[in-house]
């Protein structure tokens, strides 16, 4: 059946897609937005990450789907020189369909998460201290080589700032029309 609906369709093997460097050195806050179908469970996947590993790499974020391996759930990390991560809970088992906001601040001391609108999880653990980097945005796989995402990408923005709550809501419902969900 036609659903007018249109997306790249991963299958947690080996997809994967990366840009050129990404320069956020000019910012300490970063909003992320996703609409995405997640297919499986089993494994850890990244949906997109500024950098190689947001665990191990100063100064980048990442959105994941699932967040662990056997997590019924999804993840955002943001780190300055000190990783943060919200998306602990289990929720959202596979297969989902849901747009995902991921909002970090470095100086600021924040993170959330955010799906369909309900608010998952914030964190004002110390993310240490500088900006954002400039790197690659891998989508689909962490560094280009592990954590496959398995499942079907409609659309991500990005913008180096904290959004307002109309453009957050805006955002979000574009996507969600995007993606087939109802907000």
Not at 10 to 34: P, Q, R
Request: aromatic share 10%; net charge negative; proline share 2%.
């Amino acid at each position: 059946a036609s659903t007018d609906l249109h997306w790249l369709e991963t299958d947690g093997v080996d997809d994967g897609m990366a840009t050129g460097n990404i320069d956020f050195t000019g910012t300490d806050k970063v909003s992320v937005f996703a609409g995405l179908r997640k297919l499986s469970d089993a494994a850890s996947g990244i949906l997109c990450e500024l950098g190689t590993d947001v665990a191990t790499v100063n100064n980048s974020f990442g959105l994941f789907a699932p967040s662990v391996s056997g997590a019924n759930s999804y993840r955002f990390g943001s780190r300055g020189t000190a990783a943060v991560f919200v998306g602990s809970r289990v929720f959202a088992a596979a297969p989902n369909t849901s747009v995902i906001t991921g909002v970090g601040n470095i100086l600021g001391d924040i993170a959330s998460l955010r799906t369909n609108r309900v608010i998952r999880e914030v964190a004002t653990n110390d993310q240490g201290a500088g900006n954002y980097g400039n790197y690659p945005l891998y989508l689909f796989r962490r560094g280009g080589s592990i954590a496959p995402f398995n499942g079907w990408f409609y659309g991500l923005a990005i913008t180096g700032r904290l959004t307002t709550d109309a453009e957050t809501v805006a955002t979000e419902r574009y996507l969600a029309t995007k993606s087939g969900v109802t907000l």
